[in-house]
T-cell receptor, first 119, second 113 residues
């Protein structure tokens, strides 16, 4: 089954304790992205990756890191979490090429979400 | 900077009624996506609109795209309770070789009996 998986699904932690949220996709997508969802703000992009070893900042990258060592995995790292990073996080993936995806565009497929609480 | 606005933000409607959700965006794009999110769940893709005048229909939902007006609509026909969810539009923009989705803030739809 084609899917995007995230772990953990729920996490409660304390300020300053490093954590990693994993994301994996089995659709051979080049593009992967992390979003956070907060009430009234919709989804905001944190970081994205166009392919292995190619990552770039989104709209709200402060306090986050990512890596893309393999095509299928795109972990999100919070080196020193703070309470303002309490949020619902989604990983998403899609094909990248605008030219080869005239049928489905760059439709993004989302993981199940990770609800993070930082105390 | 691309801005995407949805309205209304909240919509309460009775079963059997029709209504339209609007998605306006601020810069040129010919690709727009609609997603549905149930409470506590992930986003599920509903429609992919890839050109001006595109129209897609699935059940009681129909989406359209007018790139000249920078407007997409999601029309609900004869609403049923199962359609209660939050609906997001997302506009694709291209920055060099990367494409990016910018999401609206969502429309929370509540269908009452």
């Amino acid at each position: 089954e084609a899917q995007v998986t995230q772990n953990p699904r729920y996490l409660i932690t304390v300020t300053g304790k490093k954590l990693t949220v994993t994301c994996s996709q089995n659709m051979n997508h080049e593009y992967m992205s992390w979003y956070r969802q907060d009430p009234g703000l919709g989804l905001r992009q944190i970081y994205y990756s166009m392919n292995v070893e190619v990552t770039d900042k989104g709209d709200v990258p402060e306090g986050y890191k990512v890596s893309r060592k393999e095509k299928r995995n795109f972990p999100l790292i919070l080196e020193s979490p703070s309470p303002n990073q309490t949020s619902l996080y989604f990983c998403a993936s899609s094909f990248l090429s605008r030219l080869t995806n005239t049928r489905q565009g760059n439709e993004q497929f989302f993981g199940p979400g990770t609800r993070l609480t930082v105390l | 900077e691309l801005k995407v606005e949805q309205n209304p933000l909240f919509l309460s409607m009775q079963e059997g009624k029709n209504y339209t959700i609007y998605c306006n965006y601020s810069t040129t794009s010919d690709r727009l996506y609609w997603y549905r999110q149930d409470p506590g769940k992930s986003l599920e893709s509903l429609f992919v609109l890839l050109s001006n005048g595109a129209v897609k229909q699935e059940g009681r939902l129909m989406a359209s795209l007018d790139t000249k007006a920078r407007l997409s609509t999601l029309h609900i026909t004869a609403a049923v309770h199962d359609l209660s969810a939050t609906y997001f539009c997302a506009v694709e923009s291209n920055t060099g070789t990367a494409s990016k989705l910018t999401f609206g803030t969502g429309t929370r739809l509540q269908v009452t009996l």
